[in-house]
């Protein structure tokens, strides 16, 4: 297994770009089993949840191609609509097939997830809202086994904010019988990039962004181009990056209205701020501030962006006490941050971080998910002497070579080969 060894104490500096958006690029991956023929997508990311979907369309009849950034995905009909177990444990966001499977052939064999390190993760809202397109749902096996002749426009109203379940929501609507009003949806970038990418293929939605999407069935959709949109947490994690280390980092081919609650924490800490269209900067300083973040929801916080955004407490004047309001145990970078050296004490859902410029030092540590080794690479950057980062596949779910790119701006990091 690979892993990850930092050199803290240098300074980064200069330009870096951003990558497609991971969790757009899976929901999209799966919208393309919506139709037949070939969807041709720019701008998707190379990375480990990239190649288990991929995996998974293969499995499901696709044929994949990637060229670089661009990759063709030419949809006919499975032999059989299954998602199978040794596929979905490897990524939950599998689930995401059970919406288009049922939508476009009316039956649909997925496995069910499993937890993971964040927490259990239940499927209990993507069920529930195929139960209310008019699906018959049983567990079987380990298994959610759903079928229906064509699915009924409903009214859908999430008693929990879901981001998964209004994308499977959208994605089981599109090709259902009359209109579906999904109320209390998400409304994250990944899930508006989501609409743009089916309203592409023809599907009839409005209000994505919104608590309220609506969305009119049609009976077909076609393959479609789409380019996929940045990611805003690599883009929040490079900034950040920058900022632990008191350097001025650029961060290109984002979307700074996608990163304003990290903007305005950032600015509340001391952090001179700056953005253009397609691009935000963090500018040089030499201490800043403790402040207090409670995830949530987008635009809330982002709670991709709580393990890193910790990372950048240890070293702030004060104490920021960190809340967690989305998962129920997303604090596992805490015990490793500790064995660096930062003081901080977790409990349940909030962690008090006090702060102490310098008090971290190397050390061998352990990623547990792939936000939390973000966080400990930005704490090695800090951190007095070496800290070496395990269990990087982690990492290599959802960062594009994020060891070259900090590199690049000046990072001494390397990856070692286990
Ligand atoms: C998506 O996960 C993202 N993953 C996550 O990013 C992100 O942290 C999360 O949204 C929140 O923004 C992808 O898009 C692939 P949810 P998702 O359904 O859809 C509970 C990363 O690091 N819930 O919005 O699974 C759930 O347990 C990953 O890139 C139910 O109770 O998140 C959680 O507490 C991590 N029942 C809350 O809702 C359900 O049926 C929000 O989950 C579904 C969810």
Redo the contacts with the bound molecule.
Sequence with gaps: MDSIVVKGGRRLSGTVATSGA??AA??ILFATLLADGEHRLDNVPELRDIDSTEQLLNALGCTTHRSGKQMTVNVSRPDEALAPYDLVRKM??SI?CLGPLLSRYGEARVSLPGGCA??????????DTMQRLGADISIEEGYVVARAERLQGTRILFE??????T?NALMAAVLARGATQIENA?K?P?VVDLVHYLRAMGARIEGEGSSVITVEGVDRLEPARHSIVADR?EAGTLLLAGAITGGAVRVERCEPQHLVALSDKLRECGFPVESGEDWIAVAEVDAWSSTDVTTA??PGF???LQAQFMALMTQAEGTSVITEG???NRFMHVQELVRLGADISPMALVAVVRGGKGCLSGAEVMAT???ASACLILAGLVAKGTTKVNRIYHLDR?YEQLEKKLAALGADIERVRG
Aim: proline content about 10%; aromatic content about 2%; glycine content about 10%.
């Design positions: 991971k969790n899976l929901p939950r966001a995401l964040i927490g259990s993760r239940p499927i209990d809202l993507h069920v929990k904010l879901t981001v998964g379940g994308e998400a994250e990944e947490i929801p987008h982002p709670t991709d989305i998962f129920e998910d792939l936000r959802g």
